[in-house]
Nanobody, 120 residues
């Protein structure tokens, strides 16, 4: 059963850009914070970025200044604009719901991921 659905991954050259999308087919996410995580081959998931229900954003040091997280509540969709991609960004990217700003949220739900490959 799909809770969240990621899309937009693909293969690009270093320095290029991709935009990932995450949507919730079965519920509304407007009251949730939304996070992006990534998982490198053979490693555990690493937090990338978050956006609260009040649109407050945070980024990991690894992507600060290169990635931009945003959301469109009318579409129940969160985006991750990934610019200046590096080979070390290659991973499977996942989105996750969490409670933020004291709002009601169906939290700690995940998608199946979308794969990003960056070649030098």
């Amino acid at each position: 059963q799909v809770q969240l659905l990621e899309s937009g991954g693909g293969s690009v050259q270093a320095g290029e850009s991709l935009r990932l999308s995450c949507t919730a087919p079965r519920f509304t996410t407007k009251d949730c914070g939304m996070s992006w995580f990534r998982q490198f081959a053979g490693e555990e998931r690493e937090w990338v970025s978050s956006i609260n229900a009040d649109f407050t954003t945070r980024y990991s040091d690894a992507v600060q200044g290169r990635f931009i997280i945003s959301r469109d509540n009318a579409k129940d969709t969160v985006y991750l604009q990934m610019n200046s991609l590096k080979p070390e960004d290659s991973a499977v990217y996942f989105c996750q719901t969490y409670k933020s700003s004291g709002t009601r949220c169906n939290s700690n739900l995940w998608g199946q991921g979308t794969k990003v490959t960056v070649s030098s």
